[in-house]
């Protein structure tokens, strides 16, 4: 029988040199932002179905053409006046669901045109779940992340 020593670390206690090579590999792990993609989603689905809307087809997400189409027409908003919309409606509970009906609450007062507001919160909130997205691979996010996770490493970066 023989006994091995392995020598494990905390991120901050590796050279600066295996702390870039960590961060490097973590940014291309995409399920960093799954959870922030998930919840931007249910927010964007239930921004629709508050307006009767149908989302017909979405791709979004970090550092990439990102888009939402829906089958918003004239006859959703028809009869919808400012005193029934709530800008501060939160169907999901996550943030972002504040992204979609206050834009839209804010375009609706202005423009008085409730089909052009449900377009631009849409676009709103699509902007808003992919800057979250891309938040994730920030520097200062991802170093939160092994922290809050209290990742341990063995002296080359790789995760102990």
């Known amino acids: 029988m023989r006994t091995i020593t392995?020598?494990?670390y905390e991120?901050?206690?590796l050279p600066l040199e295996t702390q870039r090579k960590v961060l490097e590999e973590m940014s291309n792990d995409s399920s960093l932002c799954e959870w922030a993609l998930d919840d931007g989603i249910?927010?964007?689905k239930a921004y629709c179905e508050h307006f009767g809307v149908t989302l017909k087809d979405w791709s979004i997400g970090a550092y990439c053409h990102s888009y939402a189409i829906t089958d918003a027409e004239n006859?959703?908003?028809r009869g919808l006046k400012l005193k029934d919309c709530d800008k501060e409606l939160m169907p999901t509970g996550f943030c972002i669901d504040w992204n979609f009906f206050s834009q839209f609450y804010d375009e609706f007062q202005r423009?008085?045109?409730a089909k052009l507001a449900f377009?631009?919160?849409l676009a709103c909130g699509v902007e808003a779940i992919v800057r979250d997205c891309?938040?994730?691979f920030e520097e200062d996010s991802l170093i939160a992340t092994i922290e809050a996770n209290e990742y341990e490493f063995l002296e080359d970066g790789?995760?102990?």
């Open 119 to 121: 377009e631009h919160g």
């Open 158 to 160: 790789t995760l102990a």
């Open 6 to 8: 392995v020598n494990v």
């Open 11 to 13: 991120f901050q206690e």
């Open 134 to 136: 891309e938040s994730c």
């Open 111 to 113: 423009s008085g045109n």
């Open 42 to 44: 249910r927010s964007l």
């Open 75 to 77: 006859h959703h908003f």
